[in-house]
């Protein structure tokens, strides 16, 4: 993290118990999606609390040797710039097939028109294009994690 993102973090620490804090089992600064436009509109529909739910490809992370996120986990949501908009803690993590992300799911992730064909279509052109700079090749049947998340800071903004 950089110091204006930790900074950003420890306000929002600095709001909790001790005991809340203890409780934290991870912090990590990101931006969300692939590109500018995408990346500065996923972060203001977090802040606005319209988006409260992301995927990624399982397969992502063990190809990068990272732990899968965890419930409580905090996230500093970064625009493409890596700048802290807000904070979003970890409400609930799955896995699940492509294939078998419900609607609701990608009602709640709130990109597009909300609308479980948008997601669909978007998701799998996101997908396609991010394994194949890996190599790889992305199916349907493919493990999605599933993140739901709630902003926590700043309250009311």
Known sequence: MTPQQRDFLEQYLSTLSQAERIAVPA????HFCADEY???ECARLIDE?????TCSLKEGYVIDDEPLPEIGRLSVVLN???VPVCIVKVTS???CAFD???PEFAFMEGEGDRSYPSWRAS???FFQSYVSQLGLTFTTDDDLVL????????VGA
């Open 49 to 53: 609390g319209i988006k409260t739910a």
């Open 38 to 40: 995408n990346a500065n």
């Open 80 to 82: 493409w710039h890596q």
């Open 123 to 125: 998701h799998i052109e």
């Open 93 to 95: 993590v799955a896995i």
């Open 147 to 154: 993140e739901t998340f709630e902003k926590v800071y700043p």
């Open 100 to 102: 078998k992300v419900p």
């Open 27 to 30: 912090a990590i600064a990101e």
